[in-house]
């Protein structure tokens, strides 16, 4: 487990609102304020939203992706009980419309 960084901006808005605030109206809420409290590009505050609701979400999870092993086209998830899964592109987004996810558009970082 880790500790959260109550210094990241993103993290601590999201720490600010209501525990049972629908997922999407906290990443829009958290990258609006990244936008207009602290000057970030849209795209840089959409991805730093998503990021700290993700580390949020897996705080006390005992699951892991492995970021040595993912790549563009595969993340690697280290499971609780030992076993690692590979689950590629097409696994996640097959998953996602399957379970009818949450998933908030994110434009990509610059590099």
């Known amino acids: 487990m880790h500790a959260l960084n109550r210094d990241n901006p ?3 808005f999201i720490l600010s609102l209501p525990r049972r605030i629908h997922r999407g109206d906290a ?4 990258t609006s304020h ?3 409290a602290h000057a970030h590009e849209p795209r840089d505050a959409s ?3 998503v990021q700290a609701m993700a580390e949020l979400e897996s ?9 040595e092993s993912t790549t563009s086209y595969v993340v690697v998830v280290n ?14 987004i097959g998953f996602a419309e399957r379970q009818n996810a949450d998933v908030q558009p994110v434009q990509a970082a610059r590099a």
Do not use: K
């Not at 990443?27 to 958290?30: G, K, L, P």
């Not at 499971?79 to 996640?92: E, I, K, Q, W």
């Open 34 to 36: 990244l936008i207009r």
């Open 10 to 12: 993103a993290t601590a």
């Open 79 to 92: 499971h609780p009980d030992g076993r690692r899964m590979a689950l590629t592109v097409s696994d996640l």
């Open 59 to 67: 705080f006390n999870e005992r699951a892991a992706i492995d970021v």
């Open 47 to 49: 991805v730093m939203a």
């Open 27 to 30: 990443i829009n809420q958290c």
